[in-house]
């Protein structure tokens, strides 16, 4: 069956960086497009970041925008975000989630699996 783990979460102070991983298995994980999203408490899941099938085309949400960066390994089958410049108001848990196409979309209609999440906290 389909399984989505991610790790790297941690506490870190604004203005620090955290790399998160997604792992993925039981299907074919280089035919699909890939994509982060994160919910803090009280609010609805947002979207991140996307990466299509190959890995060259990312896609952000306008308040992540030049401070984290979206990549794929799928020789690894393995899909990363490095957040770096991290505010207080990133802090949130990080979902990875499997899309439904080769190609990425920001809404969580277009995905079909998700991972359990992994805690973000930065401290100001």
């Known amino acids: 069956q389909v399984q989505l783990v991610e790790s790297g979460g941690g506490v870190v102070q604004a203005g620090g960086s955290l790399r998160l991983s997604c792992a993925a298995s039981?299907?074919?994980?280089?035919?699909?497009?890939m994509g982060w999203f994160r919910q803090a408490p009280g609010k609805v899941r947002e979207f991140v970041a996307a990466?299509?099938?190959?890995?060259?085309?990312?896609a952000y949400a306008d308040s992540v925008k030049g401070r984290f960066t979206i990549s794929r390994d799928n020789g690894k089958n393995t899909m990363y975000l490095q957040m770096n410049s991290l505010k207080p108001e990133d802090t949130a848990v990080y979902y990875c989630?499997?899309?439904?196409?080769?190609?990425?979309?920001?809404?969580?209609?277009?995905?079909?699996?998700w991972g359990q999440g992994t805690q973000v906290t930065v401290s100001s």
């Open positions: 989630g499997r899309q439904r196409s080769a190609y990425s979309s920001p809404s969580t209609a277009d995905f079909s699996s």
């Open positions: 039981g299907y074919s994980f280089s035919s699909l497009a």
């Open positions: 990466i299509n099938w190959g890995g060259n085309l990312p």
